[in-house]
Nanobody, 124 residues
Framework: QVPLVESGGGLVQAGESLTLACAAS????????MGWFRQALGKERQFLAS????????YTADLVKDRFTISRDNAQNTVYLQMNSLKPEDTAAYYC?????????????????WGQGTQVTVFS
């Protein structure tokens, strides 16, 4: 089990930005494809963005592609999700996930390990 830990969530006003981070102590995340998902209360988990192990491929959901950016720093063993121009509808628990294939996947089922999530709440 890869112990993924998300951080950077919080309470922000609409229009502000947040950067989420995902790290795994003791594991080399540069071997994994990584993804970010979110789940709002009462809704299904939703794909946001993914990045391959060497950053050669990235995917971002149409819903957020103009505002969210995924990146990774393998030297720091960390994956990031930069979120700009946040809206109240972005309020959700945000999860990172790791895929042993090393590829950038868009489906939940392609990921092998998940973090516990970090809450993002956006108020207007």
């Amino acid at each position: 089990q890869v112990p993924l830990v998300e951080s950077g969530g919080g309470l922000v006003q609409a229009g502000e930005s947040l950067t989420l981070a995902c790290a795994a102590s003791g594991w080399r995340l540069d071997l994994f494809g990584m993804g970010w998902f979110r789940q709002a209360l009462g809704k299904e988990r939703q794909f946001l963005a993914s990045i391959s192990a060497r950053s050669s491929n990235k995917y971002t959901a149409d819903l957020v592609k103009d505002r969210f950016t995924i990146s990774r720093d393998n030297a720091q063993n960390t994956v990031y999700l930069q979120m700009n121009s946040l809206k109240p509808e972005d309020t959700a628990a945000y999860y990172c996930a790791a895929a042993r294939t090393g590829l950038a996947h868009t489906k939940e089922s392609d990921y092998d390990y998940w973090g516990q999530g970090t809450q993002v709440t956006v108020f207007s």
